[in-house]
């Protein structure tokens, strides 16, 4: 109904969607994210990997719990807990018997095993996947990972290992565990971009520039990351190269620069006051040829690409007084407004193209009930549902790669911290504690 | 497709839904609107105003020049009731919008001018050595006062004209010192939002200091949203002082 109200005169246009989002923006519990579908979860036990060699322990123990929390935080997965699996760690094929696990408490329908050996400073994984009802052929998958004897290798061979498992059971998504979140960390005055693992662990420095940089958006080919930082020129959309590991030079517009975004075809979008109003700026992955496609008076911020059609941006104005979101074509034309009050920021695309996450605050103003909590709005009927609350104010939500979970800052200044969860607002969790705000997940 | 937006659009929306739409759309297959009978009908009055010039230096007048039709009385906020349609010289001391009001049987009309005054350089002795004067830090701190600004708003209030009015006055008389104007917000909201939000205050500050005389280029804007707090306790006294647009001297 609205996509032909398009044609219509553009005051009227906007009439319409006025009306028309009153009459369907109410709360909606059937926003469906892919992960509340109602469908049964497979459920699978990770057995304790068999250590090839004694000195193997010590690693195979961080790849077993690694690979137990990917598997569960997968979010797909009825995981058997540790305490209802059989004592034994089969290292083969050999060594599996399917009954252990098929029944009793176990009752798994496909059981994850195999050794970890360690030599010449290498660690070999042998990973295994078998359906427990298929007695005849159950090998599901098979492989062998090689990678450095140290505790990140450990974690990467567990990443990998999950993320097949999960491409192989979860529906053919591939799986996020070795998606990468890059943040803000706060310390003594300073803001730098940081980068951590999907769970958490391994958070280190990106940037040492000394000064507050912030919304930090890594490109889609994990090969750079674009953020705001505050320089002698003001606010500056600036790139660090993850591949050359330094700062590389990128064009200095006028103005206030803020709230860069990268399309999955390595355009970047970002917010520019160089016309005097902070307006959507469009520009190429080194920031030539900036055109700007927003033209209304007030704040324009915090742009979003559909990921699923690079033809979309979402973004938030404060064009009617307090912020909304509003969705374009990425020309600026087709300019629909989603929100229906209140106080909306900091919109994140999902990467099927169909969902928003956001920051809402519904009742804002001096005194008003309730806070600033995550929401997700499905873009086509524009309901939504609320994925947080009583947890403090919640801003800049940031979708995984496979569209399933949801990074985002609980908390804000120097309290903020970084916590996930999956699409349906389950499996909260803390990944980061105070000092760490803006997370934005990789790509891929 | 109108008529096929509007017949989906019955089954679906309300009755105001509905009559908001017609409105939108007047095409044959909406009913005649309703009119009351023509016997006494009047035309509603309409109203225009104009200065000439919009902007002046203080002291000097403009001519006001005004129109209407269909109306009974007229008035002029600040000038008082006055003919149907004239022309006035008024000398407004500060930058004041001329509203006028025409009422007739009609209904009424409104029309609205800005006069903009340019605040004059400070009558100082010894005018010429002025020239490049950058004068001192507590003087301008005393004359050049932070303005502030309501909830989520970046509109100058009565109080921040005042402060940019007196600030635009110092730097008219020393010509030397360059404006750093620094937009800031309270803790609340969105940091992200927040920083376009004090982009845009400190641009309102830039354009008062502009309208008043003071050259763009000795202005510098830079927004801080809440990045840069003046207080961090959570009451509404200091969400106040962190709603503000910020003069320093550019060193």
Sequence with gaps: MTTRSLSAPFRCALLLLGVAS??????????????????????????????????AAGLKRVFDTVLFSDLGNAGVFDLVSKSLQPQVQPGSPAELKLADWSGGATNASFVAFGSYGVS???????????????????????????????????????????????????????????????????????????????????????????????????????????????????????????????????????????????????????????????????????????????????????????????????????????????????????????????????????????????????????????????????????????????????????????????????????????????????????LLGSGNDMPNWSFR | MTIVLRTRTLLTLTTATTLLLAGCHKKASAPPPYTAPSIAAAAAPTATITASPEAIDMGSSVVLTWRTSGATSVNIDGIGPVNLSGTQNVTPSNSTNFHLTATGDGGTAEASVRVTVRVPVAPTSGTSSNLGDTGTDAAFHAAVQDVFFDYDSSDLRPDATTNANNAAAYLNAHTGIKVLIGGYCDERGSAEYNLALGETRAGAAKTALVNAGVSASRIRVVSYGKEKQFCTEQDESCYQQNRRAQFLIDK
């Design chain 1, 120 to 430: 010449g400073g290498r660690s070999t994984v042998n990973g295994y996947v078998f359906d427990t009802h298929n007695p005849q052929y159950p090998q599901v998958l098979g492989k062998q990972y090689v990678d450095a004897a140290d505790e990140n290798g450990a974690r990467t061979v567990a990443h990998k290992f999950a993320d097949e498992i999960i491409l192989r059971l979860g529906g053919g998504l591939p799986g996020i565990a070795e998606s990468k979140i890059f943040y803000v960390h706060a310390a003594g005055g300073t803001k730098e971009i940081w980068a951590m693992d999907y769970d958490g662990a391994n958070p280190h420095a990106v940037t040492h520039l000394g000064t507050i940089s912030l919304s930090p958006r890594v490109s889609p080919d994990n090969s750079r990351v674009a953020f705001s930082s505050l320089g002698n020129d003001g606010w500056q959309i600036r790139v660090f190269s993850l591949l050359l590991n330094r700062m590389v030079t990128s064009p200095s517009g006028g103005g206030t620069n803020l709230s860069p975004a990268w399309s999955a075809s390595g355009q970047l979008a970002y917010s520019s006051s160089r016309s005097g109003d902070p307006e959507i700026y469009v520009a190429d992955g080194n920031g030539n040829g900036a055109r700007r496609v927003t033209t209304s008076r007030g704040p324009d911020v915090s742009p979003t690409w559909n990921p699923k059609t690079n033809s979309q941006i979402a973004w938030v104005s404060g064009r009617t007084g307090l912020p909304q979101l509003y969705v374009m074509d990425a020309d600026g034309a087709g300019i629909q407004r989603m929100t229906d009050g209140g106080y909306a920021t900091s919109v994140s695309w999902s990467p099927n193209g169909q969902f928003l996450a956001f920051a809402w605050n519904r009742k804002y103003g001096p005194g008003a009930p309730g806070g600033q909590d995550i929401y997700v709005m499905d873009v086509a009927s524009k309901r939504w549902v609320q994925l947080t609350n009583g947890v403090g104010r919640c801003d800049f939500p940031s979708w995984s790669p496979d569209g399933r979970h949801i990074a985002y800052a609980v908390g804000s200044g120097a309290r903020a911290e970084i916590w996930t969860m999956l699409a349906d607002g389950t499996g909260k969790h803390r």
């Design chain 1, 22 to 55: 009153a009459a369907v923006l109410h709360a909606q519990d059937n926003v469906l994210t892919g992960t509340n579908t109602g469908a049964d979860r497979v459920r699978i036990a990770a057995a304790d990997f068999k250590a090839g060699s004694p000195d």
